[in-house]
């Protein structure tokens, strides 16, 4: 049994929390920062970047945030989340959280293409996952350590750098609950390697 968190400062939280829930999984809506503690793993929703970074600076989550990825526990972050994980983002000084060495651009599909739908192959998760892009970031680069696991053309909008999971669209608007569960066996597998003899 694994228990993942959903950050719920703002954003699609009951949409993931959906997708996520399972029986061999307890989903936690997190509101407060002792609430981290007890997590395996945590869920970045979508969102406003800029919003939730202020929310998370207003109720003291950055630290233990921070600290949450340094104790190598998985995130996985969509859209907004994504944003949050990067540590480069255009027209920026610095990244948020900074997890992910990639540079992402916000709202890169402009405004003719503010939400779209695509069906893309996700190494690892699979073919025809849709995707929904709402106002969607890109990942512009990544580091050497980065794997990219998704491309819409030429555009990288997924991506993994070890327990540190993105995707610029919103898999938790579909049935299609297989991304949720790539996360859920990443998280499994930390909880493993931490508590080997379990
Ligand atoms: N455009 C938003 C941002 O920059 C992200 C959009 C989303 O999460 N759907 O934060």
């Known amino acids: 049994m694994v228990k993942i968190g959903v ?18 999984t307890e989903v936690v809506v ?7 503690g007890e997590l ?24 233990p945030l921070k600290q949450f990825a340094a104790e190598g526990k998985p995130m996985f972050g969509t859209c907004a989340g994504l944003i949050l994980m990067a540590d480069q983002i255009v027209d920026r000084d610095s990244g948020h959280l900074s997890v992910i060495n990639m540079k992402v651009q916000r709202n890169a ?15 690892g998760v699979g073919e025809d996952i849709r995707a929904v892009f709402i106002r969607a970031p890109l ?6 350590d980065v794997e990219v696991l998704s491309k819409y053309g030429e555009e990288i909008v997924a991506a993994r750098q070890g327990r540190f999971l993105a995707c610029s669209f919103h898999p938790e608007l579909t049935d299609d609950h297989r991304f949720h569960q790539f996360f859920v066996s990443m998280v499994e597998e930390a ?4 508590e080997p003899s379990k």
């Not at 997190?30 to 981290?36: D, F, G, I, S």
């Not at 869920?43 to 630290?63: A, N, Q, W």
């Open 7 to 24: 950050l719920a400062l703002q954003g699609a939280v009951r949409e993931h929390v959906k997708c996520l829930e399972a029986p061999t």
């Open 30 to 36: 997190v509101k407060k920062v002792e609430q981290l």
């Open 40 to 63: 395996d793993g945590l869920v970045l929703p979508g969102g406003e970047s800029t919003t939730m970074r202020r929310l998370i600076d207003l109720y003291g989550f950055y630290e």
């Open 109 to 123: 599909f402009g405004r003719q293409r503010e939400s779209f739908e695509a069906d893309l192959h996700v190494t």
């Open 139 to 144: 990942i512009v680069e990544v580091g050497e």
């Open 191 to 194: 909880k493993e390697e931490c």
